[in-house]
């Protein structure tokens, strides 16, 4: 079974601009978790989404977000790019919830200059 | 605050010899405890949980114990080989109102396991 993929894998963005990522979960899966890892923060819950409906959500701005589509895949986007989002992104999958184990991607490395 | 604590940045081992990575967290709450390692440039790959209702769980050379009193995780990896060079993560899932099960995570300890 194939695992958790994401889109792009690396991505250079200056200040202001916004970003789009894709993540496409295990097949099954429907729930799908987004986190920014950071050496200084380590890896932070950004939210979650199952069916289509966002079930829970991190301390993060407005400027990021997310959404999820009928077959399962996820989009976050981030708006106004700050050079502190500089970071790893990674989504994680799950059958049902969160609660269950979850299987995580290899990441999107954003780099904002 | 950080409510999950990794307080050993990295950690070396000799092949062969056991591996000990500690965790440690402050709410009572969670209710569920996972260690995942994770390789430069790859996601973090998981390799064993624990209930908050027992108190060790095996899997082959891997164990996780789980101290609630102290508040308290550790896993154990044995024997340690060179593969297992990696960071770990240690992440906990609570179990109260608004949680909803995401995952706080440790900010890991990197385990370096020589020849």
């Known amino acids: 079974k194939a695992g958790v993929t994401q889109t792009p894998r690396y991505l250079i963005k200056t200040r202001g601009q916004q970003v789009t990522l894709s993540c496409s979960p295990i097949?099954?899966?429907?729930?799908v978790s987004w986190y920014q890892q950071t050496p200084g923060q380590g890896l932070q819950f950004l939210f979650e989404?199952?069916?289509?409906?966002?079930?829970n959500k991190g301390n993060f701005p407005g400027r990021f977000s997310g959404r999820q589509f009928s077959n399962s895949r996820s989009e976050m986007n981030v708006s106004t790019l700050e050079l502190g989002d500089s970071a790893l992104y990674l989504c994680?999958?799950?059958?049902?919830?969160?609660?269950?184990?979850?299987?995580f991607g290899p990441g999107t490395r954003l780099l904002v200059l | 605050d950080q409510q999950v604590k990794q307080n050993s940045p990295s950690l070396s081992v000799q092949e062969g010899r056991i591996s000990i990575l500690n965790c440690d967290y402050t709410n009572s709450m969670f209710d569920y405890f996972l260690w995942y390692k994770k390789y430069p440039a790859e996601g973090p790959t998981f390799l064993i949980s624990i209930s908050s209702i027992k108190d060790k769980n095996e899997d082959g050379r891997f164990t996780v114990f789980l101290n609630k009193s102290a508040k308290h995780l550790s896993l154990h990896i044995v024997p340690s080989q060179p593969g297992d060079s990696a960071v770990y993560f240690c992440?906990?899932?609570?179990?109260?109102?608004?949680?909803?099960?995401?995952?706080?995570f440790g900010k890991g300890t990197k385990l370096s396991v020589k020849p």
């Open positions: 097949s099954g899966h429907r729930s």
């Open positions: 989404y199952f069916s289509e409906t966002q079930r």
């Open positions: 992440a906990a899932r609570g179990n109260y109102g608004g949680s909803q099960g995401n995952l706080i």
């Open positions: 994680a999958s799950s059958f049902r919830t969160a609660r269950e184990t979850q299987y």
